[in-house]
């Protein structure tokens, strides 16, 4: 795991050890980019977390629920504004890191696939196909 997908926020005069996954959207929502899940302390998770897109650039929005009067209330949130940036740095960062990864062995295969087709072009052109009329006879021999 990443420097910074395992962090520690300050907490008084305690540090709590942050672990942080990155999962990446699959499907095309417009503003949800990833998903996220932060584990405190080696023994409490926090899922759901979603990375999103706005004008302003990606932010971390916290799990939620809807309420009877059809608002979203935030199930589980930082206390502190020390907490919740150490945590929103810590998510975009491991957000940015897998991203990064991401692309990375994306342009690897595709560099692969290059080389792969080249060498097929090459051995390709160094097959000759036989001169017409030089076709062996079929083989007609006993049976």
Request: proline share 4%; with cysteine.
């Amino acid at each position: 795991m990443s420097d910074a997908a395992r962090g520690t926020a300050e907490h008084g005069s305690q540090k709590l050890d942050m672990s942080v996954k990155v999962y990446p959207a699959q499907d095309n929502s417009k503003n949800l980019l990833a998903t996220a899940t932060v584990t405190l302390g080696g023994c409490f998770a926090i899922r759901g977390l979603r990375i999103l897109d706005s004008e302003k650039g990606a932010f971390v929005s916290m799990p939620q629920r809807k309420t009877a009067q059809g608002e979203y209330k935030d199930i589980c949130f930082p206390t502190t504004a020390e907490m919740r940036k150490e945590l929103h740095s810590a998510v975009l960062g491991e957000y940015q890191r897998t991203m990064e990864q991401s692309y990375s062995r994306a342009e690897k295969a595709m560099e692969k696939r290059e080389s792969v087709l080249d060498t097929l072009s090459q051995k390709a052109a160094e097959v000759r196909p036989p001169a017409p009329g030089k076709a062996k006879a079929a083989d007609k021999g006993e049976r």
